[in-house]
């Protein structure tokens, strides 16, 4: 999920509370005659579970199918091994980018088909560490004047980022400036990355309509890589939809 800094503090997040202790519309219950909000019904998809239903990652198995969300946490140590630098021609940022080691030909491989059909895309975004995340979180918190409810639909808390994998990536373009936020899911890059990224190893880990499963909205800058455990191709389009 993006970082907190550069192009993405452009983006602004809203979210209308239409019924009383929820910000999610309210729908008529099957069965009954009275109003419920949506949140109740739903789990209110953005919340954590309690702290002690929350698991801690495996982080013995393999590290590129590891699960991260919010109902499983990383370690605050935990770092992943073979952590590289991206290249400048890949990432374009003036912070240092760094991905595990597996996941760089992939990589590079995309950005060469991306270029082949005329698509500008680079990287903004690689692993980042339990502190980073937490600074992350903590300036976006801030910035939705202390509303951790809002800032949980869109920030993972320190621990439950897949950033923290140095498996997961935050794509821009040119096509917004090199920024991050609901714009880019309507650049040429976006539906290039939807068609051909499972091609490559990579899921989109946010898909739109997935809020439920996934615990935060829509984002369709932040792919994953995950090898050949990636879904069917055909698949992972219907979730970028």
């Known amino acids: 999920m993006g970082d907190c800094r550069g192009a993405r503090e452009r983006a602004s997040l809203q979210f209308v509370s239409v019924c009383p202790g929820s910000r999610l519309p309210a729908l008529l219950v099957a069965g009954g005659m009275a109003l419920a909000c949506l949140g109740a019904v739903a789990g209110e998809w ?16 393999d590290p590129l199918a590891l699960i991260v969300d919010k109902k499983h946490r990383l370690p605050p140590d ?36 991306a270029r082949r059909d005329g698509i500008d895309l ?29 800032t949980d639909r869109f920030s993972a808390r320190p621990g439950h980022s897949e950033h923290q994998l140095g498996t997961a990536i ?3 373009t040119k096509e917004i400036e090199d920024g991050i936020g609901p714009a880019f899911q309507r650049s040429r890059a976006a539906g290039w990355l939807k068609t051909h990224a499972p091609e490559f190893g990579f ?10 499963e996934t ?3 829509h984002e369709g800058w932040h792919w ?15 979730r970028a939809d």
């Not at 597996?102 to 995309?110: G, Y």
């Not at 680079?122 to 202390?146: D, I, M, N, P, T």
């Open 78 to 113: 935990y770092v992943p091994q073979n952590l590289v630098v991206l290249e400048a021609g890949t990432s374009r940022t003036t912070r240092e980018v760094r991905v595990v080691r597996e996941r760089v030909d992939p990589l590079r491989q995309l950005a060469a088909a």
């Open 46 to 61: 953005w919340r954590y579970p309690p702290r002690d239903e929350i698991q801690l990652s495996d982080t013995e198995g």
């Open 170 to 172: 935050d794509f821009t």
């Open 122 to 150: 680079a990287v903004l975004s690689g692993y980042r560490s339990f502190g980073r995340q937490r600074a992350v979180y903590a300036s976006w918190v801030a910035r939705q004047g202390g509303d951790q409810d809002a």
């Open 203 to 212: 899921r989109l880990s946010y898909p739109k309509g997935r809020e439920v």
């Open 224 to 238: 994953r890589f995950w090898g050949e455990a990636a879904p069917d191709p055909e698949v992972d389009a219907e």
């Open 215 to 217: 615990g935060y909205q």
